[in-house]
């Protein structure tokens, strides 16, 4: 793999998730296209990297310990420059998802989500971040 080939050079994501396993898949899986990972097992260590130093992307599990993902969302998307928020859940409910949507959710994956499929949703959801971005001159 050529540097060239790393879609996430450089991106800054955060997971967060209470299973070691899934923590340490995922970092592997996104260290590999290149991103800059942080890691956070519960709610509150979420929101407080997000308002210190907030990454670009946040990969966000729904039941957390200390404060719940849908709590963590909501306090993330009320930030200025909220990051992409993906969740990712075992919870197959139509109406948790309906409301991870109403408060912003970018994209709401069920578990266990093929590694792949995660960082193609990552990679997309910049992609498309960027055009608003260039459509607003910035």
Request: aromatic share 4%.
């Amino acid at each position: 793999m050529t540097k060239e080939d790393l879609r996430l050079e450089d991106i800054r994501v955060l997971i967060v998730d209470d299973d070691r396993d899934v923590l340490e898949t995922f970092d592997a899986a996104f260290q590999s296209e290149g991103a800059l990972t942080q890691l956070a097992t519960d709610g509150n260590e979420a929101v407080q990297i997000c308002n210190d130093d907030p990454p670009d992307i946040v990969i966000l599990d729904m039941m957390l310990p200390k404060r719940s993902g849908f709590l963590v969302l909501e306090k993330i998307k009320g930030f200025a420059d909220a990051p992409i928020v993906i969740m990712v859940t075992a919870n197959e409910g139509r109406r948790h998802q309906a409301y991870a949507e109403s408060l912003g959710v970018d994209r709401y994956l069920i578990k266990p989500v093929p590694l792949d499929h995660l960082l193609d949703a990552a990679v997309t959801l910049l992609d498309e971040e960027d055009k608003r971005d260039e459509a607003r001159g910035e």
